[in-house]
Nanobody
């Protein structure tokens, strides 16, 4: 059964950086559009970034210039490099793709203190 497993979350101060990774079995990381979403306490889950099968990237306006989504073929992961973190980036971050049906990871907590 295909699963997405996120890692790399943690507690950091504002202005710091974190790198999240999403791993999966098989080749879906390399062959599927892959996205990151996040859900802050009391808020709806929101889209953050997507990398297409062809490598095109798109970002939510609030993270443009600060976050970078990429694939690591050696590790078979899709990563989210987050820089200049702000308290409003605090959320559970989820990896997402579609494999005939929506597939979500379990999430990883990112907490940014002011």
């Amino acid at each position: 059964q295909v699963r997405l497993v996120e890692s790399g979350g943690g507690l950091v101060q504002a202005g710091a950086s974190l790198r999240l990774s999403c791993a999966a079995s098989g080749s879906i990381i390399m062959t599927n559009n892959m996205s990151w979403f996040r859900q802050a306490p009391g808020k709806q889950r929101e889209w953050v970034a997507t990398i297409s099968r062809g490598g095109q990237t798109n970002y939510q306006d609030s993270v443009k210039g600060r976050f970078t989504i990429s694939r690591d073929s050696a590790k078979n992961t899709v990563d989210l490099q987050m820089s200049s973190l702000k308290p409003e980036d605090t959320a559970v971050y989820y990896c997402y793709t579609v494999v005939g049906f929506p597939l979500w990871g379990q999430g990883t907590q990112v907490t940014v203190s002011s």
